[in-house]
């Protein structure tokens, strides 16, 4: 699989998985249909929208594959229903895996482009994680919610920082394309995952 391919197929399972997150926030906040799809779209397709802009690249990934566009307004349609039907506490669990995986694959991904773009490593890497962290900004925005990135506490803009850093690094280090990117998108969901788990926090922590 070339790592254009992989980084398509990389960009749908992050805008399905942002979708969700967007999708348990809404229905949580009980917002109505239209809510919900708008929402979700923030929430899967600002950090790519942003992206794009500061890249000048055009059409946006989501006008480009607009089937993405037509499976999150057929998701809208059901989601809302099988979430009701789950627990409080799964459902907060889900939620943060699918921010998580959001996370992490579209700050590579983001990472990946600018790299492409002919950006410094550092530069790509910081485009990487703003790609990562602005549609969850733009949800919690929308949802009247202090941005999760900046009330969390838990590494989360910090371990999307690393897994991007990490990607340039991997590929200098002679591993493959496809594969770095699989693991430094990885290393950002599993560092979030154990970092919610585990109650890391990063400097002052409230009591």
Not at 128 to 141: E, N, Y
Request: with cysteine; net charge positive.
């Amino acid at each position: 699989m070339s790592p254009a391919v992989l980084r398509h197929l990389l960009e749908f399972l992050g805008v399905i998985a942002f979708a969700l997150s967007g999708f348990i926030e809404a229905e949580r906040k009980q917002v109505d249909p239209v809510g919900v799809f708008v929402v979700a779209f923030v929430t899967a397709f600002g950090g790519g929208t942003l992206r794009d802009v500061l890249l000048d690249r055009r059409p946006f990934y989501w006008v480009e594959h607009e089937v993405y566009v037509l499976i999150l307004f057929a998701l809208t349609a059901v989601a809302p229903m099988v979430l009701r039907l789950l627990h409080k506490h799964f459902l907060f669990w889900f939620f943060i895996l699918a921010d998580a995986v959001g996370l992490g694959i579209f700050s590579v991904a983001g990472t990946v482009m600018a790299l492409a773009a002919g950006l410094p490593v550092f530069s790509s890497t910081m485009l990487g994680v703003v790609t990562g962290v602005f549609g969850g900004v733009l949800r919690d925005v929308i949802l009247n919610e202090v941005p999760m990135v900046l009330r969390d506490g838990r590494p989360y803009a910090t371990a999307a920082f690393a897994g991007c850093l990490a990607y340039p690094g991997l590929v200098r280090a002679g591993v493959g394309e496809a594969t770095a990117l699989w693991v430094a998108a990885l290393s950002i969901v599993v560092l979030r995952m154990v970092a919610w788990h585990r109650d890391w926090h990063i400097g002052y922590r409230r009591r």
